[in-house]
């Protein structure tokens, strides 16, 4: 099994998450629609990418700081932590990839 993604929010504290799947993916767009609360055709730009970055969160993150909750935290946390996950999906995905070419970076 891949162990979890860790990664760290400066100002917010250490997070780990799963990795993407075709299971965790499904359960993202359902929560989507669900924070949608209707037809995405008639939803405003912003709550579509409020909708978005929160249902990617709510399923993927395991672990946060014992402070830290979601549905509480401030737009511009939740716009970091977010973008601190790409980065380290982006990272793993990386990884990932110069070990399939034979480099000596591990995933």
């Known amino acids: 099994m ?13 997070f780990t998450a ?9 359960k993202i767009e359902h929560a989507y629609r ?13 709550l ?6 929160q249902s990617q969160l709510s399923v993927l993150l395991e672990q946060c700081p014992a402070d830290f909750k979601l549905d509480d935290a401030h737009l511009t ?3 970091a ?3 601190a996950l790409r ?16 480099g000596s970076a591990g995933a």
């Open 87 to 102: 980065d380290a999906e982006d990272r793993f995905r990386d990884g990932v990839a110069q070990a399939r070419q034979g």
């Open 2 to 14: 891949i162990a979890p993604l860790s990664f760290t929010v400066p100002g917010l504290g250490d």
């Open 18 to 26: 799963k990795h993407r799947t075709m299971g965790t993916q499904i």
């Open 77 to 79: 946390d939740c716009y």
């Open 48 to 53: 579509r990418l409020i909708a978005a970055v």
């Open 34 to 46: 669900q924070a949608l609360g209707g037809s995405e055709d008639e939803a405003p730009e912003s």
């Open 81 to 83: 932590l977010y973008a």
